[in-house]
């Protein structure tokens, strides 16, 4: 049985080659799934799990579909929530539009602005942008948006977990009413139902399953305060790597210092990390100088790497959608993973309600045999509640 290709698809042969060169011959659903509609100009409301290829899908569409724009006028904006986000998606989108002479530039916070309006000045088609630091220079007048006929609206969901989509209307309202919209997200309810009625013209649905996800162990360990740091060090000795959750920033600095004096290489990211901190930590750890990344919730969605062989939450999560967006780190494009939560006595309620949230069985364990021995979960294929997770 033959499968669909880019080119049935109606992707242009230029882009096909370079799509060829990268070894991405064949699409993944989500890109079977939309890039015709996509192409044809339609609004698109896609739900996908995380690294499923979105981020190609509409790359592809953008790069066929964009036209040149003047200074300071983008015909494109890419709306996403995170830093990391925007600059893994100008890095995935840039050598598609660079065939079609397209021009794409990152706005985000947490760097100087001098360099974003400089690639503002000089003309930039295609703008990644995080809402807060796109706003600021919109007030700053330091460009327009009337031009832009394409809007995407990456981790819709994730935008609302964090409060932007105030921030993501007024700048919708701020783009041509006949543009094109194409929105991706783990849910297509509750409040990015809203805004698909609000911003999109009879959006055609697509939802796609994670048939790229491999078997992923979830375990749930009691763990007094004094036990966490070495079961979270042996934990990840014995995987090739790890990210590790805290929940808070002053937390996962102290983590990542402990852990070192347990001879283990780890870098903290979050959100009072300056970006060029939080590039290097990240390039660290995907070139495996650094076998853990201790982060915050501001890294469960930015983070987008590969084989991540275990997830721990050092500190639970707050919410069963937390759960699922730090967890989702790992078992990713086929790889298996394990995800360890330590649980501390008094959490035992909100634990327990992120599992029945999420259709989990309601069971913590004592670790077996040697305190910090490596967990021995029964097998879970990876199965997401209706309402869970994405892919970016």
């Not at 409060?163 to 993501?168: E, I, K, R, T, Y």
């Not at 920033?249 to 001879?263: C, F, N, P, V």
């Not at 040697?370 to 209706?386: A, D, E, G, K, L």
Request: proline share 5%; aromatic share 4%.
């Amino acid at each position: 049985m033959s499968r669909t290709t880019f080119s049935d698809l109606g992707v242009p042969d230029d882009l096909v080659s370079i799509l060829s060169r990268r070894g991405v011959t064949a699409p993944f659903p989500i890109q079977a799934a939309t890039l015709r509609d996509a192409l044809a100009g339609r609004d698109i409301a896609g739900k996908a799990p995380t690294g499923s290829g979105k981020t190609l899908a509409f790359g592809l569409a953008l790069a066929v579909r964009a036209r040149r724009g003047k200074p300071k006028r983008p015909t494109v904006l890419v709306l996403v929530p995170t830093r990391e986000l925007a600059a893994q998606v100008a890095k995935e989108v840039e050598p598609l539009t660079a065939a079609r002479k397209l021009r794409v530039a990152t706005v985000y916070g947490g760097v100087g602005y001098g360099e974003q309006r400089s690639a503002l000045r000089r003309g930039a088609d295609v703008l990644v942008a995080c809402p807060g630091r796109l706003e600021d220079l919109l007030e700053q007048r330091e460009l327009v948006l009337d031009d832009v006929s394409i809007a995407v609206i990456d981790e819709a969901d994730r935008m609302a977990d964090m409060g932007f989509l105030p921030a993501v209307r007024r700048l919708l309202d701020r783009t041509r009413s006949d543009r094109q919209t194409l929105l991706f997200s783990a849910t297509l309810d509750g409040d990015v139902d809203v805004l698909m009625k609000r911003y999109q013209n009879d959006p055609i649905r697509h939802a796609t399953k994670e048939e790229h996800a491999g078997e992923v162990h979830h375990v749930f360990w009691r763990a007094r305060q004094e036990q966490r740091l070495n079961l979270t060090a042996d934990l990840i000795k014995k995987h090739e790597s790890a990210i590790v959750f805290c929940r808070t920033r002053h937390g996962a600095d102290r983590l990542a210092k402990q852990l070192k004096e347990h001879s283990v290489r780890a870098a903290a990211i979050h959100g009072s990390r300056t970006q060029s901190q939080r590039d290097r930590a990240l390039a660290d750890f995907k070139n495996g100088r650094v076998r853990a990344l201790v982060a915050t919730d501001v890294a469960a969605r930015g983070i987008h790497v590969d084989n991540v062989s275990c997830v721990i939450h050092f500190d639970p999560p707050s919410t069963d959608k937390d759960y699922v967006h730090r967890s989702g780190r790992t078992g990713r494009a086929g790889a298996d993973g394990t995800v360890v939560s330590l649980v501390a006595p008094h959490q035992d309620g909100e634990v327990r309600a992120i599992q029945k949230a999420l259709r989990m069985p309601t069971r913590i364990e004592h670790p077996s045999g040697h305190p910090t021995s490596s967990p021995r979960p029964s097998p879970q294929r990876r199965r997401r509640p209706q309402r869970t997770r994405a892919r970016g």
